[in-house]
């Protein structure tokens, strides 16, 4: 084993996730988000054994990314690019078979001057104001790209992470006006929390990005398994004593003995800084909270209620079946995207 912290990338798990997220919508197809490397745990890999799984539709955000997706999956299965087109990266359209999602009037220009021939995305906003087609554009959206093969009509829901939020309802409502325009073309709007909220936002493909790799809230009855397990080992154990203080700043003071151990897993590696005094790693099942601030190589924990198990050389898991992605982000302020996606290159992946 490595003496730096290592991140295990279950790729099982991963495709047993995006087969738990298809049959939610079983009358839709599923694609697979597998930008900013996969979430962190390697795009190539990942979305080689999702394809191998039959999986044959995938999301990058910049179309590089797309390039090292296409290498991984071979020829057949799509691949969109969902920042859009730009002039400095077209000749990765055409070498590795991308499709653009057009966001922009002004990416709908550059594609059609590029002549090239694949087919587009149309990616409208329906109240995300961030990218994306104006919804009253439509028609005239429809004209300029008549001469487009457009393969998708799409659309990205700003509060799916809230089912109650009467934010989906509107979006859903301004997303079917507009797919009404391409009666022909497939329709796509659901993320991963999207495909949780029932068969209306499904439409023809969904795009779960964050659920595939353990992340998201899903309701209790969707069993989620962690995208990888991430451990660091210990470097030393020792007993600071009562009214000694831990780490930058002496943020902390113990009350009384405490044992506790650092391990080599600080903030370069992506542990955020602001789970100092409220994250956790876990050891032997016991949950142990950091103590003192998180440094840039090291974090130092209170393993009293772990003796046995806390030596040097013993890892701690910080992410994975006993570390849940999402209570660990939460305990640093961030979310499950942020913390898996934060993992820096110091953390060998390995793959099973
Ligand atoms: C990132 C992204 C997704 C995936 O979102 P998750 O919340 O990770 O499932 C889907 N669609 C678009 C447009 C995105 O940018």
Not at 39 to 64: M, P, R
Not at 106 to 130: C, E, I, Y
Not at 258 to 264: C, D, E, F, G, K
């Amino acid at each position: 084993m490595s003496s730096g912290p290592t991140a295990q990338v279950h790729l099982a798990n991963v495709v047993a996730n995006w087969r738990t997220l298809g049959a939610l919508n079983p009358g839709s197809e599923t694609g697979a988000v597998v930008k900013a490397g996969g979430y962190g745990h390697g795009a190539a890999q990942i979305a080689k054994a999702l394809c191998t799984a039959g999986c044959q539709t995938f999301f990058t955000a910049h179309a590089s990314e797309g390039v090292d997706v296409r290498h991984a999956v071979g020829g057949s299965p799509i691949i969109y690019v969902l920042n859009g087109p730009d002039n400095a990266d077209l000749s990765h359209y055409a070498d590795a078979g991308l499709r653009p999602v057009i966001n922009t009037p002004a990416q709908l220009d550059v594609w059609r001057r590029a002549s090239l021939d694949a087919p587009v995305g149309l990616k409208f906003d329906t109240g995300m104001n961030r990218l994306g087609l104006r919804p009253e554009t439509v028609g005239d959206i429809k004209t300029a790209s008549a001469d487009l093969k457009v393969s998708h009509v799409m659309s990205h829901l700003a509060c799916a992470d809230e089912p109650s939020h009467p934010k989906n309802a509107q979006q859903l409502k301004a997303f079917t006006g507009i797919a009404q325009h391409f009666p022909d073309i497939p329709a796509s709007l659901a993320n991963s929390a999207g495909c949780y909220l029932g068969g209306d936002y499904a439409f023809d493909l969904t795009r779960p990005g964050i659920a595939l790799y353990g992340g998201s809230h899903p309701p209790a009855s969707v069993d989620l398994k962690p995208g990888l397990t991430l451990t660091a080992p210990i470097l030393s154990v020792h007993t600071g004593r009562s009214g000694e203080t831990v780490g930058y700043g002496a943020t902390k003071t113990l009350e009384e003995d405490r044992l506790l151990a650092t391990v080599a897993f600080g903030y370069a590696d992506g542990l955020p800084r602001s789970a100092s005094n409220s994250g956790f790693g876990v050891i032997g099942r016991v949950r142990c909270p950091i103590v003192g601030r998180i440094s840039m190589d090291l974090t130092t924990l209170d393993v009293t209620g772990a003796e046995a198990f806390a030596e040097p050389g013993a890892r701690v898991e910080f992410i994975g079946a006993a570390a849940n992605l999402e209570e660990q982000a939460d305990s640093a302020a961030t979310l499950g995207y942020e913390l898996i996606t934060g993992l820096g290159p110091r953390v060998e992946r390995i793959y099973e």
